[in-house]
Structures are given as structure tokens and as C-alpha cells.
């Protein structure tokens, strides 16, 4: 398959509309670039991201944020112990004329932050589950449609995991990205402290709408893809699994549970997505292992030996290149 012209000029508009929503972004965020650039990966292939960082590193502003900048509705749910499935769905209720009426939840929106998601009982876990995969919600009998695009992008705290409730696979397993949000560099965190205690009258403008994010999807899913990238990714994917005989003895010694052929989707998007950035019109390998590890890192289940041995997934994902 090759790009044709129209194509082209779809994909120098991305890379400048992206550009744009990078400038609007840091108006408000000191650094972060590479989690701004993971998180436009993740919207733009139509896919879901949870955001694993310490409290403070300004995961919710930079949602916030990124979501005026597609000017789309944004939705933020407070994951709680006492959270319920109809808190974040809806509920019927009964009107004036007695017939039952559905309320929508908040999660009929474009972007969803599932704050803390962890720390709500899989009951409500599971509520997501139809949501994130068929872009709809069942309550009492009737599907209702989400909004389109729909996103969530979840945040877990990594410290303090007493009383929390960690995530399915299945449900790990519908997030494109699991994206580590790291603390700022000396100067990153000096122009923070700066910024955040003086007048700051930064105000973030609107990009882009709701038809130009569904049309870029759009385009991104008909970039070429050469044979060989294809069958880097699901190789790739294919050596994380225990059962194979093509995986590397590391990952038979310390792997449970490797990734699914959804992690091969997952790879395949994210690299386009990647190339676009890069000004590429077509992902090659390097493009591949640029996203693997935030595809990989919840889709691989370790055994006690490798708890015993303190081997991390990072370092089973860097020694499968």
C-alpha cells in the first residue's frame, strides 16, 4: 500500500497541529515532553494510557490541558473504596410521570480521568471494561453510545499500596500505554516552583476540534506498514510468552503470563503514531521499540523468581532487543 499525496499533506498537517499542542501545553507544564508525546500517541491511535507517577508531578493539569487543547469535554472521576458502578455509568430514576429516565454518569465524555483508579473495588473496575472496548455502556437492558473520540486515561500512585486494589489483566490489558511519570530535572523543577508561586495569567487556546481528531485517526490507520516492521512487532510480542521456543531462556525463567496479540495492535499504532512525530510517513523498526516498553510493562505478569532475584520488566523488555 502506498501514501498518496492526500495523505501526505494529512500528515505534515499532524505533525503541525501537534507541534501547536505542544507550545499551548508548556504554557502551563514545565517538561514532561516525553509523557506529552506518549499521551498524543495514545489519543491519536485511539487508544486508552494509564499514568503511574508519585502525587504532585501534575498528571491531572496535564490531562486537563491536553484536553483544552483538542477542545473536547473533559471529565475527571475520583476513584474511592466506596466508588459504585452507577457513580461513574449513571442510573435511571423515576421523572415527574413516573417513567424511568436515564442519567448520564461521568463517563459519557471525550476524555476520562479515572483518577487513582486503583483504589476503587473491582466492581467498579469492571464498569470500565465495556466502556474502554466497545465504546458503550449497558444499564438495565439498554446500550447506550459514548462519545466519540472516548478516552480514558487513568493514574496510579506507585507508593502507598495498602487498601488498594490492583487491576485486572483483562483490564491492564485494554490500556495501549502504561506511561511512567517521572520527577523533573533541577531546572525543570525551578521554573515549576517559579511559575507556581508568582501571578501566572497563562491560558491554554484551542488547537483543533472533535471532526479533525476523528479524521487524523483516520489517517494514521491507513499509513503503509512494510512486512518486516509487522513481523518485528509480533515477534517481538510472541518472545514475552514463556510457551515459546523462540523465547529467550530469561523470559522462561521469570515470566508467568507474557503479552497478548493485542500488545502486537497496540505496537503497530503506537509506531505510526511515533513515525508522525518524527516526521516519518512510515514506522520502521526503531519506531517499534520506541513504544514497546510502555506496551509491554502491564502486559507482562513476573513469577516469585524473578521477585526473589529483583529483576525488573524493564530489564526483561531491554534484554528482549
Given at each position: ?29 514545565v ?15 485511539n487508544?486508552?494510557?494509564v499514568?503511574?507517577g ?5 498528571k491531572?493539569?496535564?490531562?486537563n ?14 476513584f ?12 435511571e430514576?423515576i421523572?415527574n410521570d ?29 464498569a470500565?471494561?465495556?466502556?474502554m ?11 447506550y453510545?459514548?462519545?466519540s473520540?472516548?478516552?480514558?486515561l ?8 495498602e ?5 485486572p ?7 495501549m ?5 517521572d ?16 501571578v501566572?495569567?497563562q ?11 476523528l ?12 512486512n518486516n ?17 523462540s ?7 521469570f ?23 518524527k ?32 529483576v ?10
Amino acid at each position: 500500500m502506498e501514501i498518496n499525496n492526500t495523505d501526505i499533506q494529512s500528515i505534515e498537517n499532524l505533525v503541525r497541529v501537534c507541534d501547536n499542542i505542544k507550545n499551548e501545553v508548556s504554557k502551563v507544564i514545565v517538561g514532561q515532553k516525553d509523557v506529552i508525546d506518549k499521551l498524543l500517541i495514545t489519543i491519536f491511535s485511539n487508544g486508552h494510557a494509564v499514568l503511574i507517577g508519585v502525587p504532585g508531578l501534575a498528571k491531572t493539569l496535564l490531562v486537563n490541558s491536553i484536553s483544552k487543547t483538542l477542545g473536547l469535554h473533559f471529565n475527571r472521576i475520583q476513584f474511592t473504596p466506596d466508588l459504585m458502578p452507577s457513580d461513574i455509568i449513571g442510573a435511571e430514576i423515576i421523572d415527574n410521570d413516573r417513567n424511568f429516565k436515564f442519567v448520564k454518569g461521568p463517563l459519557f465524555g471525550n476524555i476520562i480521568l479515572a483518577d487513582e483508579i486503583n483504589r476503587t473495588p473491582p466492581k467498579t473496575q469492571s464498569a470500565l471494561l465495556e466502556a474502554m472496548q466497545e465504546k458503550s455502556v449497558t444499564v438495565s437492558g439498554k446500550t447506550y453510545k459514548l462519545d466519540s473520540p472516548f478516552f480514558v486515561l487513568a493514574t496510579q500512585n506507585p507508593i502507598e499500596q495498602e487498601g488498594t486494589y490492583p487491576l485486572p489483566e483483562a483490564q491492564l490489558d485494554r490500556f495501549m500505554f502504561s506511561i511512567v511519570v517521572d520527577y523533573p530535572n533541577l531546572n525543570e523543577e525551578l521554573q515549576i516552583v517559579k511559575s507556581n508561586t508568582t501571578v501566572n495569567h497563562q491560558e491554554i487556546s484551542k488547537v483543533l476540534n472533535l471532526e479533525d481528531i476523528l479524521n487524523f485517526q483516520k489517517c494514521l490507520l491507513g499509513l503503509p506498514v512494510t512486512n518486516n516492521v509487522y513481523s518485528y512487532a509480533v515477534e517481538l510480542v510472541r518472545k514475552t510468552r514463556p510457551n515459546n521456543e523462540s523465547s529467550p531462556e530469561e523470559i522462561k525463567k521469570f515470566i508467568d503470563f507474557g503479552a497478548g496479540p493485542r500488545a502486537s495492535q497496540y505496537l503497530i499504532l503506537g509506531a505510526k503514531m511515533h513515525a508522525v512525530l518524527k516526521g516519518k510517513y512510515s514506522p520502521d523498526i526503531e519506531d517499534v521499540r520506541a513504544v514497546s516498553a510502555d506496551v509491554l510493562r502491564h502486559r507482562i505478569v513476573k513469577n516469585y523468581k524473578a521477585e526473589a532475584e529483583g529483576v525488573t520488566i524493564e530489564n526483561i523488555i531491554q534484554n528482549l532487543f
